[in-house]
């Protein structure tokens, strides 16, 4: 399957898992199970928006963009991320509500087996998401399919809390519980609009991949007869890039320093899939010097 269709299939499971948590908010008037409902919405509006710029990543490079749309997929991640806020500000809103008026629960046990079958729905597409967003690096897919897995959490909080309520007689514990769940979407929400705003800063590469890159430079380097420096690296949505210096004798041909160019380029992008390598050609006695420190006075 495809990024778009698993975000077709959320869009779907979105769908199936407000109906059940309505029910059961319905079956029981909890103010918790009406938080759990009101955070799968934000899942289902999360879920379209993040298919919409999954498509927009996928267009080719046009005269407007030439490097290509990869970074549509973190304003998917960014605007996921402000919705889970505006859920978590409306479970509060409703919580403090039945906190100052506390109500009995009804109807309970049937409630909380729809809220656990929807759970189990979102547990399984999470895990299946999040497996195919780190194959292709997809930011949209791992943003919803983490949003699913707080959702998870969520429910699983909530149905204890009930239970609790249920057993005690406490039923400010229903209102105490939504709280927590507002807590937990907020601190998601904050780490998804973090992570989109790391994505459009041109964050470098993690560890592990500038590593591979490292390893397939080593291979190649003779010193003193060739070196690679400013070798710097940056992410766009699933596009990965990377821009160095390969330093050569001055006395190589254009044609021998290109075709050396071109395997080290070929080498890069087999040791790490979905790399852009560009590499510039510079003779060994020649350094390039970079004015990082340079202010800019507004």
Do not use: C
Request: proline share 4%; charged share 20%.
């Amino acid at each position: 399957m495809r990024v778009a269709d698993y975000l077709k299939l959320s869009i779907a499971v979105a769908l199936a898992t407000i109906a059940l948590k309505t029910g059961a908010w319905r079956l029981t008037g909890s103010v918790g199970l009406l938080a759990d409902a009101m955070e799968s919405i934000v899942n289902l509006a999360g879920a379209m928006f993040a298919l919409w710029m999954v498509t927009v990543a996928a267009r080719p490079a046009d005269e407007d963009h030439p490097f290509g749309h990869h970074k549509a997929e973190y304003f998917s991640s960014g605007f996921e991320g402000v919705l889970i806020f505006i859920a978590a500000l409306a479970i509060v809103w409703a919580a403090v509500n039945r906190l100052l008026a506390p109500q009995p629960l009804e109807r309970l046990s049937l409630g909380l087996m729809l809220s656990v079958i929807s759970s189990a729905m979102n547990g399984a597409l999470a895990v299946a998401m999040l497996k195919k967003a780190r194959e292709h690096r997809s930011m949209a897919l791992e943003g919803d399919a983490r949003h699913l897995f707080t959702d998870v959490w969520t429910s699983a909080g909530v149905v204890i809390g009930l239970l609790a309520a249920a057993a005690t007689g406490w039923m400010w514990l229903d209102p105490l519980i939504a709280i927590a769940v507002a807590a937990n979407v907020a601190r998601e929400g904050f780490s998804l609009v973090r992570r989109s705003a790391d994505g459009l800063m041109d964050s470098a590469l993690d560890a592990a991949t500038q590593q591979q890159i490292d390893e397939v430079l080593k291979g190649f380097e003779q010193p003193p007869t060739l070196r690679f420096d400013h070798v710097n690296s940056r992410r766009a949505g699933q596009r990965l890039f990377v821009d160095l210096h390969m330093h050569m004798p001055p006395s190589w041909s254009l044609q021998r320093a290109a075709a050396l160019r071109t395997s080290v380029e070929q080498a890069l992008m087999a040791a790490v899939p979905g790399l852009r390598a560009t590499i510039q050609l510079l003779p060994m006695d020649v350094e390039a010097h970079f004015d990082d420190q340079a202010e800019v006075t507004l």
